[in-house]
């Protein structure tokens, strides 16, 4: 075993912890975060019907900065209005086995920002 899949196994074990804890409903949803090396993208999932409320990327093109951690803020506050559109007030933060730093933590600080309370 590489020490890659390493890395992403030791992740999903960890995601896996975090979700017997952090479960979404429609009136206070799960706030998802995936993490790759050039992007970062947040959903915000209702567990009980499986479906995504609201979701927002690095990737779109109207979210722009000149670093990582500006850009996942910005991805933060986009989510943060798209969720106050759908009449989302609170959401449940899953950071989804990553440590809470840097660009989760920059993700977090944005949707709060944003007026969502996580």
Do not use: C, W
């Not at 075993?1 to 992403?8: A, D, H, P, V």
């Not at 992740?11 to 912890?17: A, F, L, S, T």
């Amino acid at each position: 075993m590489g020490r890659q899949s390493q890395k992403t196994e030791r992740r999903r074990r960890i995601h896996r912890g975090v979700r017997k804890k952090v479960q979404g409903t429609k009136e206070r949803p799960r706030l998802s975060v995936y993490r790759s090396n050039r992007h970062i993208y947040a959903q915000l999932i209702d567990d009980l019907s499986g479906s995504t409320i609201a979701s927002a990327s690095s990737q779109e093109a109207d979210i722009k900065a000149d670093s990582p951690v500006k850009l996942s803020h910005e991805v933060g506050k986009a989510l943060a209005v798209r969720a106050k559109e759908a009449g989302i007030e609170m959401a449940v933060f899953d950071r989804g086995g990553y440590r809470y730093h840097g660009r989760v933590r920059a993700l977090a600080e944005g949707v709060r920002e944003g007026g969502l309370t996580v």
